[in-house]
Every structure is written in C-alpha cells, then in structure tokens.
C-alpha cells in the first residue's frame, strides 16, 4: 500500500512561495485501480513526481507498505517497485527502443521478441519501431506509446501513468484501455492514472479529484463520477461528455 500523509509540495516564486499540494492525505491499496482527475494546474503531475521521487515534498511522509520513502530517489523508489509514464516523456538520443525495453524490464537476456509483445500492447507495429532511437524523429503520441510500454515492461508493483490518454488516437486508445484492464485484472497489480477522460474514470476502483492543490473528493466511481457530472457548470469537458451520450 502507498500511503501519503500530510504532503504538501511549495516553491518559493518570485514574491511569494507557492504551494502547489496542500496537506494531501491518500491512500493506494494493493491490487487497486486508482484515477486521479481534476482541473488543469489543480497539482496532478506534482503528485505524480512526488510519489515517482522526481519531486521531494516540502512537508509530510510518503510511505511504501511500511517504508518511509520519503527521502529516497527515483531508482530506490523505482527498484521498490514503483515506476512513473511521464505526462510528456523524454527522448533519449542514441539509445534504441528495444534497449529502452530491455532496460525497462529488467531482463538483459529480453529478445527482440520479447520486447515486440510490449510494443504490440501499445498498439505499435514492433518491427518498424524496434531499432528506431527514442529521439526527436518520434512522433508525440509514438514516444508516449513507447513509454507506456517500458511502464508495462517494468511490471512493478504500482504504475503511475499521468495522462496516458494524451495525443494518443482513438484506435489505439481503445487499445490502451484494454491494456490497463488487464493489468489491474490479470497481474493485480495498483494502477494509478491521471486522466481526464470518462472512460478511464469509468474502470477505475477509486477516484481522486484534485484540485488547487487539495483532495478535493473521493470515492467509489458510483459515488464520484455523478457529481463530477453535476459540477460541469465551468468544465467543458464533462459538458460535452454528457451531451454525447443524449
Ligand atoms: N516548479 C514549479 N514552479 C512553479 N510553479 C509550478 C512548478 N511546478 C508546477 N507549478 C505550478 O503548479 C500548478 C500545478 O501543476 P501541475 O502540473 O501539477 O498541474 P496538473 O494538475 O497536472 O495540470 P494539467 O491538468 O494541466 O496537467 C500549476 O499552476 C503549475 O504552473
Ligand atoms: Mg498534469
């Protein structure tokens, strides 16, 4: 279980400190699919780099089932069986796809087989992306494909994807959303996912609304996701998302 009490997350700004999480108190059970959603700016992608330890908190504790984490790095965390797809994932000149795989998994022996499976999850065709460098000549939603892959390589005991859903098409969002059903299913593994997308907040078990740094609401997606429906006055997003389904 992750447990996270009292974290908070500032900076200090040009005239005054900032505080972009405010005592945030959250617990991820094993074995569970958790959404994290909210406004844009609200602190999702913080939380995300603080759980993932690419941000230390300036105020609370972060605890993996009963280890204080709190001041380790990302690959203490990583090797602890944490790991973090980045909202907007970095490119990595010189370094191939499947060295990215097989690095991810772990596993040096990988085969290009192997590695190809993961690439398939994702919805890319394996053998026109193996030997490619994850570099500038990848497209935004590729990389994001490919990063969600080494997450899924990497098969660790919690993932934390932040947007996966961004610039990714239809087809291969479809896709995707199989690709977490099984994960949670099948390898019972905890998942948590910034999304602002109705149909991830729909396969969640729980889910967060985060905003102006705070747990703003949380819940089963039965108690969560009418009154995220209700409170659509100033969000487009969940508006339009009601209109289709009339
Ligand atoms: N290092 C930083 N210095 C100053 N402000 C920051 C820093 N990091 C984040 N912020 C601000 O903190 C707020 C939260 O940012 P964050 O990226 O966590 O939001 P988010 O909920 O992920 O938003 P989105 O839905 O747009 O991805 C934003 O207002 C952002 O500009
Ligand atoms: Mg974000």
Known sequence: MLKLQNVSFGVEGEHARKEILRDINLEIEDKKFIVITGPNGGGKSTLARVIAGIERPTGGKIYLDDTDITDMSVTERAKLGISFAFQQPVRFKGITVKDL???????PKLST???????????LCARDYINREVDASLSGGEL????????????????????????????????????????????????LI?????????????????????????????????????????????????????
């Open 194 to 246: 910034i999304s602002h997308q109705e149909r991830i907040l729909n396969i969640a078990d729980e889910i967060v609304v985060i905003a102006d740094g705070r747990v703003e609401k949380k819940g089963s997606k039965e108690e969560i996701l009418p009154k995220l429906l209700e409170a659509a006055g100033g969000c487009r997003f969940y508006r339009e998302s009601q209109e289709e389904e009339k």
């Open 144 to 191: 994001k494909r490919i990063e969600i892959a080494t997450v899924i390589a990497r098969d660790t005991k919690l993932s934390v994807f932040d947007e996966p859903e961004a610039g990714i098409d239809l087809w291969s969002f479809n896709n995707l959303i199989r690709v977490f059903e099984k994960m949670h299913t099948e390898k019972e593994r905890s998942i």
């Open 113 to 123: 087989v192997g590695a190809c499976e993961y690439l398939s999850e994702v919805g």
């Open 101 to 107: 795989i097989v690095l991810a998994s772990g596993n």
